[in-house]
Structures are given as C-alpha cells and as structure tokens.
C-alpha cells in the first residue's frame, strides 16, 4: 500500500512539475509575441491548455511567471549549504565574503547557462517598471537567504547582515561591468569580489 501510494504522489509531483513548467513556456512564448501587456493570464492558461484556477495554483499573478526562476536560488542555496567554511565563521569578515563569493558566483553560473533565455528575462524586467520593482523585492528575499545560510554557518548577525549585503553589492558591480552579458557576468562579479579583498 506504501509503494502505491508513493508512485501515486510521485505521479501527482511530475504533473504539477509539468504544468508548471508549461504555463512558464507558454507566458514566455507569448510574452515574446505579443509584448508582457497584451497577455492576460487567461491567455497564458489557454496556451498552456490548463485552466485558469491552475495557473493561480502556481502563480499569483503573470508577473510571478516572470521570476519563475525561485528554484535556481533554492538549488543554488541547497548547494551552497555544502560549501565548506572551514569552521565557524564568528566575526571574520574574510570567511564571510568568501563563503558569500563561492554562494553568489555559484549562482550566477546557473543563471547565466543559458545566456538567451537570462538575456530575453533581463529585457523583459528592463522595459517595464512593474517587474523592476518586482526584482528589487526578490533581490531582497535573495539577501536574506544569504545572511540566513552565514548565521547557519556561525557567523555573527552583524556580520552575515554585512557580507551578504555586501555579495548582493558585487553582484550589481558585477552587471554593470558586464553590461548584464551573461558570458561575462559571472567574471565581472568575481572580479567584483577580488576588488573586495
């Protein structure tokens, strides 16, 4: 009875993997057509050939869709949370940009391995105000994961709040010296860093 019931929520996870996957193919497909202010999320759902309380499942609003990315930082945290710090980081500001250096360009490798689809999101959040401050709220969440993960791995509050603060400051270094290119953007943020150290 424990095996069925396992592949049977195995099952149900693969399809809401899918549907979800597909309603963010389809708001992007469409996005590119017709410009993100002349979709609506019905015309999102129809695309994706789910229903419109499906889509409300997954996402609050078509701007959500946009920042579907939210599980690149939790894999990137999940494997942040293996790098080894060499001990309690306390107080050390070297150890906590170093662990931060290795958790930010980490990510940014993700983000950037498929430099079409990070420069077709970047342009998208660029034209248009709403989804700026959009990102301005995520890039908060992104810092708070940072602190969390320093504090998790012994740093002082003062100093997690400091280094993570600061990562999220290479990272926006990092951009603008790329000019946002995604193949040169992770190097621009580690050169970002080194001009730290």
Do not use: C, W
């Not at 693969?14 to 549907?19: D, E, N, S, V």
């Not at 930010?104 to 498929?114: D, H, Q």
């Not at 994961?145 to 003062?158: I, K, P, T, W, Y």
């Not at 400051?169 to 193949?183: L, S």
């Amino acid at each position: 009875m424990d095996r069925q019931h396992g592949l049977a929520s195995s099952l149900r996870e693969l399809k809401q993997q899918r549907a979800r996957e597909a309603l963010v193919e389809a708001a992007h497909a469409l996005f590119d057509e017709r410009g993100f202010e002349r979709v609506t999320v019905t015309d999102i759902a129809a695309r994706a050939e789910v229903g419109r309380a499906t889509f409300f499942r997954y996402f609050g609003d078509k701007q959500e869709v946009v920042f579907a990315d939210v599980g690149e930082l939790d894999a990137a945290m999940a494997e942040a949370a293996r790098i080894p710090s060499g001990g309690p980081i306390g107080a050390s500001m070297p150890a906590a940009l170093a662990f931060v250096r290795a958790v930010v360009v980490s990510y940014m490798l993700r983000l950037t391995a498929e430099p079409d689809t990070y420069a077709r999101h970047e342009r998208l959040v660029d034209s248009h105000p709403e989804l700026q401050a959009r990102s301005l709220i995520k890039q908060r969440r992104y810092a708070e994961a940072l602190r969390g993960l320093l504090e998790d791995r012994g740093a002082e509050h003062e100093t997690a709040a400091m280094a993570a603060e600061i990562g999220l400051a290479a990272f926006y270094a990092g951009r603008r010296i790329a000019g946002n290119d995604p193949e040169r953007l992770p190097g621009a943020v580690e050169a970002a860093f080194d001009r730290l150290t």
